[in-house]
């Protein structure tokens, strides 16, 4: 299995496009912010949605096709964000495989879930 999520993690804290919409302070989390981030926006949240082996030799695994899910949350408009997190990511060798414009209707936010995919060979 290889792992991209370490990857993907530092592409998007340290894309300074990205950082300077969202804003100062903590606004990048793995699968949900913590508690003292819960009502911060704009925010993103990522996780790795699948990693199944693809290319095999000998019994062992040499490949991976890997999907990961990237959510933009706002109070606005989550256009400008997303934008920003899919230039990071078709960068790191991700195809945008989906997006949805969502509602929070209880909090009342924004929405934008974009999925995207790679195939990863090892070294």
Not at 32 to 45: C, G, H, K, W
Not at 69 to 79: A, E, I, N, P, R
């Amino acid at each position: 299995m290889i792992s991209m999520k370490n990857t993907v993690y530092s592409a998007l804290m340290t894309a300074t496009a990205l950082t300077t919409l969202l804003g100062s302070g903590q606004r990048i989390f793995f699968h949900f912010p913590d508690d003292a981030n819960v009502a911060t926006f704009p925010r993103v949240t990522y996780f790795e949605l699948d990693n199944l082996g693809n290319l095999y030799a000998d019994n062992t695994e040499y490949g991976s096709e890997i999907d990961y899910q990237v959510d933009v949350w706002h109070t606005s408009s989550t256009t400008a964000v997303a934008l920003q997190v899919d230039t990071i990511m078709t960068g790191l060798g991700f195809a945008r495989i989906g997006g949805a414009d969502l509602y929070e209707e209880a909090d009342h936010v924004f929405h934008k879930a974009l999925r995207y995919r790679t195939d990863r060979e090892t070294a």
